[in-house]
């Protein structure tokens, strides 16, 4: 195997500094990568040129002149993520004019870039097309299918699974250290290895402590999942009710994609766009009022829900509608003496500001997406394909979760785990190696190899230092 490369001589072309274009920008940069962009309004400009280190050009997308400037045939990647689906569709078509040769386009029409679309992505020289609302909804839909509706990442084709799920007062796991959950419940190895407690993503320690409404992200081997959901209170079972806020884009969709296999329910606050969507979901019941307001979710049956998901438009109406359902589905439990159907309902938020991740995630929502994030990760896992094995975000954690390999002689491999603190302690955790020709769980005096694969979860901000230490 060969080791990891560097990727600080990569160049990268980017157009469109708005949501997905910026949080790009601002990742690339701090790994290193060779970043120019070309804006044209003059705001975002100056929002990018405070806040990132890259080559900033102000101009049309189209301009042949600002390609010139930005020294396009010197490029490596062109990401064409302006608001215009068009503008990107035929960027791509010029960058392989300039010789760029791997060419990446936000397109948000799904009529585009399949293999049974009038354009493919051949047609539209384009190597990765992102379509961000598909993304979502096609998560959400994962996510829904899953055991519980908790988040479960899968690593390592499937053999380690990383679960999130809520601390609750009553859990034997609150008010109690890491290393004590570990020395007591031994029967088998697990990790906790991320927590969202308020605004803040955590990368544990064993002096640090689990408390009531964190987000814990832990990770076991795959034949243990279902030991791990037991201890961590997780009812294996499928969701059979869902309700939807809102209609639009991602909400439509993921009704469509659930409703031939569960039962949804879907509000809509424009009573034109229910009425739309009335005829277009067969399957699906869409109800026309506001998702925010507590007297119409409980008349439209949220508390027999198994699943919770806000999509509107709004970040804050998707926010504080989490919120007020949790409320109302906890307060509905305790009358009803807890029934664990109930306790196991699932409220999912879609939150397009990144700053309210956490945040969502630790108020109401038991997870928290965002389509820029997901759109981002798609483009940055491209990107990366010769870097790191896999990378995978922790949803609503400021976090991802590596699959890379130690190469010779590099820091990670100089010493046990448990005196390499320096290095990584409260940034980057390893979860797993591959040893022997299987995945384990790694604990303190495992002491990895040169070419073996580990499963590292670190801090987003702080990939390139997983880089650095996997690196010789």
């Not at 490029?75 to 010789?99: E, H, Q, W």
């Not at 009553?170 to 088998?188: C, G, H, M, V, W």
């Not at 034109?272 to 399957?283: D, G």
Request: aromatic share 6%.
């Amino acid at each position: 195997m060969k080791a990891n490369k560097p990727a600080k001589s990569t160049s990268i072309l980017i157009l469109g500094l708005g949501g997905v274009g910026y949080y790009l920008a601002k990742r690339l940069v701090h790994e290193g990568y060779a970043i120019t962009a070309i804006e044209q309004d003059s705001n975002l400009l100056r929002h990018a040129d405070g806040n990132i280190d890259a080559r900033l050009i102000q101009g049309n997308a189209m301009s042949i002149e600002c390609w010139r400037e930005a020294s396009a045939e010197k490029m490596d990647y062109l990401i064409a993520v302006t608001n215009n689906d068009a503008v990107n569709m035929m960027s791509c078509m010029i960058g392989d004019r300039f010789g760029i040769p791997r060419k990446i386009a936000r397109v948000r029409s799904t009529e585009f870039g399949n293999e049974n679309s009038l354009l493919n992505a051949r047609d539209l020289k384009i190597d990765l097309i992102i379509h961000p609302e598909e993304l979502v909804a096609q998560e959400i839909f994962r996510l829904v299918k899953l055991r519980a509706g908790n988040d479960i990442i899968a690593a390592a084709k499937g053999q380690i699974q990383a679960m999130a799920t809520r601390i609750h007062e009553k859990s034997p796991l609150a008010y109690r250290k890491l290393k004590d959950i570990s020395q007591e419940y031994n029967d088998f190895p697990f990790r906790i290895v991320a927590i969202a407690r308020g605004i803040t993503t955590l990368i544990p320690s064993g002096k640090d402590e689990l408390l009531p409404q964190d987000q814990a992200f832990f990770m076991a081997s795959n034949k243990n999942l279902p030991k791990l959901m037991s201890l961590t209170g997780v009812e294996q079972q499928n969701r059979h009710r869902v309700m939807i806020i809102g209609g639009g884009l991602v909400g439509s969709r993921l009704a469509a994609l659930l409703d031939k296999t569960v039962e949804v329910r879907l509000i809509e606050k424009d009573e034109f766009v229910a009425q739309e969507l009335s005829f277009e979901l067969k399957n699906s019941e869409v109800l026309h009022g506001d998702g925010s307001d507590s007297n119409i979710l409980i008349s439209a049956g949220l508390l027999e829900m198994d699943t919770f998901i806000t999509a509107t438009g709004e970040n804050e109406t998707n926010i504080m509608s989490c919120v007020l359902a949790k409320h109302l589905m906890t307060s509905h439990n305790t009358r009803n003496n807890g029934k664990q159907r109930n306790n196991q309902s699932k409220c999912i938020a879609l939150v397009n500001k990144e700053d309210y991740m956490v945040l969502a995630a630790t108020m109401g929502s038991d997870l928290a997406l965002n389509k820029k994030i997901l759109a981002g990760n798609k483009i940055l896992k491209f990107i990366r394909r010769g870097e790191l094995l896999s990378v995978a975000h922790l949803h609503g954690f400021d976090a991802e979760m590596v699959e890379i390999l130690a190469a010779p002689n590099s820091p990670i491999t100089s010493k046990p785990l448990s005196k390499l603190g320096s290095y990584y302690n409260g940034k980057i955790m390893i979860g797993g190696i591959h040893r022997d020709g299987v995945w384990q769980i790694a604990v303190g005096d495992t002491h990895i190899q040169s070419n073996e694969r580990v499963i590292v979860v670190c801090m987003s901000q702080h990939l390139k230092d997983v880089q650095k230490l996997f690196l010789a």
